[in-house]
């Protein structure tokens, strides 16, 4: 099964307008990569900038969060409609800053997700247990839980992306076989919910990627790509990880 890799960078609330000039950088840099996908989630002040600066390239833009419905007095929230409109392709649901700061349950993460699609774009749901439940051998228990709550229930257009929260801007990762045993569960969750299709889902590892960890780390059976948080920021970086796949 060929599920093309896919490195996207999550900026979280970081960038300015100026910003732009590390994206034109990595869509200079991705004309070297192999088959790898890339993507660029800035904050949404930048996605119309950023979805202009990268028309035509490679480097795909992408939302960080999104309200699930498409309009309507729900002041500082964003549509994916208005994400799709600005630009982008895809959009982070469920991310645990959300989960952790907006109270976010998995029922809501469903309802981004679902408001992604309708939209056109693609939804990147995230789950990931904290040190506790992996520490106590639950971590795959409270993912499938997570799982189960948050992706849509049926049409397997989407991207899961694995983030334990304790690896998280922590520089802690797990071991390469402790990802590769969630990678696998996870991947056996998603063909019992969608059957073939679910061999196509790309399940991203998202947790302090960067160069120098990146290729035990995204070399692992049914790690199709990295969520990329610090390293993102930085073009050299960014490149430095996807260029595993080349
Ligand atoms: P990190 O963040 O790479 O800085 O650990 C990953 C993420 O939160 O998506």
């Given at each position: 099964?060929?599920?093309?890799?896919?490195?996207?960078?999550?900026?979280?609330?970081?960038?300015?307008?100026?910003?732009v000039?590390?994206l034109v950088?990595?869509i200079?840099?991705?004309?070297?990569?192999?088959?790898?996908?890339?993507?660029?989630?800035?904050?949404?002040?930048?996605?119309?900038s950023f979805?202009a600066a990268a028309?035509?390239?490679?480097?795909?833009?992408?939302?960080?969060?999104?309200?699930?419905?498409?309009?309507?007095?729900?002041?500082?929230?964003?549509?994916?409609?208005?994400?799709?409109?600005?630009?982008?392709?895809?959009?982070?649901?469920?991310?645990?800053?959300?989960?952790?700061?907006?109270?976010?349950?998995?029922?809501?993460?469903?309802?981004?997700?679902?408001?992604?699609?309708?939209?056109?774009?693609?939804?990147?749901?995230?789950?990931?247990?904290?040190?506790?439940?992996?520490?106590?051998?639950?971590?795959?228990?409270?993912?499938?839980?997570?799982?189960?709550?948050?992706?849509?229930?049926?049409?397997?257009?989407?991207?899961?992306?694995?983030?334990?929260?304790?690896?998280?801007?922590?520089?802690?990762?797990?071991?390469?076989?402790?990802?590769?045993?969630?990678?696998?569960?996870?991947?056996?969750?998603?063909?019992?919910?969608?059957?073939?299709?679910?061999?196509?889902?790309?399940?991203?590892?998202?947790?302090?990627?960067?160069?120098?960890?990146?290729?035990?780390?995204?070399?692992?059976?049914?790690?199709?790509?990295?969520?990329?948080?610090?390293?993102?920021?930085?073009?050299?970086?960014?490149?430095?990880?996807?260029?595993?796949?080349?």
């Amino acid at each position: 099964m060929a599920r093309r890799p896919l490195v996207a960078g999550n900026w979280k609330m970081n960038g300015r307008k100026s910003s732009v000039g590390e994206l034109v950088k990595i869509i200079a840099g991705v004309r070297k990569l192999g088959e790898v996908d890339l993507m660029v989630c800035p904050p949404a002040t930048l996605i119309m900038s950023f979805a202009a600066a990268a028309r035509g390239s490679r480097v795909a833009i992408g939302g960080q969060d999104c309200f699930p419905l498409p309009a309507g007095a729900f002041t500082g929230d964003i549509s994916a409609e208005m994400l799709k409109d600005a630009g982008a392709e895809a959009v982070i649901v469920g991310h645990s800053e959300r989960r952790q700061y907006h109270g976010e349950t998995d029922a809501a993460v469903r309802a981004k997700a679902l408001a992604a699609r309708r939209a056109g774009l693609v939804p990147i749901v995230c789950v990931g247990e904290i040190r506790a439940d992996r520490d106590a051998g639950r971590a795959c228990e409270v993912v499938g839980g997570e799982l189960d709550g948050s992706l849509p229930e049926t049409g397997a257009q989407v991207i899961v992306a694995y983030e334990p929260i304790w690896a998280i801007g922590t520089g802690m990762t797990p071991t390469a076989g402790d990802v590769g045993a969630m990678h696998e569960f996870i991947r056996e969750s998603l063909t019992s919910r969608y059957g073939e299709a679910g061999q196509d889902v790309r399940i991203l590892y998202g947790g302090s990627v960067k160069p120098d960890n990146a290729k035990e780390l995204l070399t692992v059976a049914n790690v199709d790509g990295a969520l990329v948080g610090g390293a993102s920021l930085n073009a050299t970086d960014f490149l430095a990880i996807a260029s595993v796949y080349s």
